[in-house]
T-cell receptor, first 112, second 116 residues
Framework: GIQVEQSPPDLILQEGANSTLRCNFS?????LQWFHQNPWGQLINLFY???GTKQNGRLSATTVATERYSLLYISSSQTTDSGVYFC??????????????FGKGTHLIIQP | DTAVSQTPKYLVTQMGNDKSIKCEQN?????MYWYKQDSKKFLKIMFS???????INETVPNRFSPKSPDKAHLNLHINSLELGDSAVYFC???????????????FGNGTRLTVT
């Protein structure tokens, strides 16, 4: 099956800092999404981004499908950004409802 | 206004028992999923249902069985619970099995299952 690797696995930053999280995947994808799991365990969908660039407030994401990677940018970090960020993909060769394959996540801690 | 709701939030039970987790979505989506998150936070899909038909079934023990009475509900039944079943189970839904344009996956808040 498709492999999804995220880096770095852990990241500790001061409030106000910027960060870039990376997701590499091993095959062509139909679907790529970024999620934030907050300290209470809730999984929030951040972006649906199989290709191109999107922005939502302080967060933006870019997927270069031909090179099989995606980047999540967080600017002016706040303590509420802490949690685990997951990248998840669906392989192009997959069926219509195979679900998403998740990476192991980047654990982000924003210190005040 | 909860989009995907699952109950209970916490479930503590003994080995050998049978338990169920309920899930409902009010988004009008036609595909629902169950994911398992282990102690290392790794998320893995268990099942998906599309229009009441099981689409995929990953290599999970047959003690786990999804049941979908209608498009808005996908319940998870677990028989003969084992210690290794302890995890957080997430229900999710999407439109057209993720193949529709801009079809994000929406998760419920999870059920933390502890088997003692």
């Amino acid at each position: 099956g498709i492999q999804v690797e995220q880096s770095p696995p852990d990241l500790i930053l001061q409030e106000g800092a910027n960060s870039t999280l990376r997701c590499n995947f091993s095959d062509s994808v139909n679907n790529l999404q970024w999620f934030h799991q907050n300290p209470w365990g809730q999984l929030i969908n951040l972006f649906y981004i199989p290709s191109g660039t999107k922005q939502n407030g302080r967060l933006s994401a870019t997927t270069v499908a031909t090179e099989r990677y995606s980047l999540l940018y967080i600017s002016s970090s706040q303590t509420t950004d802490s949690g685990v960020y997951f990248c998840a993909v669906e392989a192009r060769t997959g069926g219509g409802a195979d679900g998403l394959t998740f990476g192991k996540g980047t654990h982000l801690i924003i210190q005040p | 206004d909860t989009a995907v709701s699952q109950t209970p939030k916490y479930l503590v039970t003994q080995m050998g028992n049978d338990k169920s987790i309920k899930c409902e979505q009010n988004l009008g989506h036609d595909t629902m999923y169950w994911y398992k998150q282990d102690s290392k936070k790794f998320l893995k899909i268990m099942f998906s249902y599309n229009n009441k038909e099981l689409i995929i079934n990953e290599t999970v023990p047959n003690r786990f069985s999804p049941k979908s009475p209608d498009k808005a509900h996908l319940n998870l039944h677990i028989n003969s619970l084992e210690l290794g079943d302890s995890a957080v189970y997430f229900c999710a839904s999407s439109q057209e099995g993720l193949r529709a344009y801009n079809s994000p996956l929406h998760f419920g808040n999870g059920t933390r299952l502890t088997v003692t």
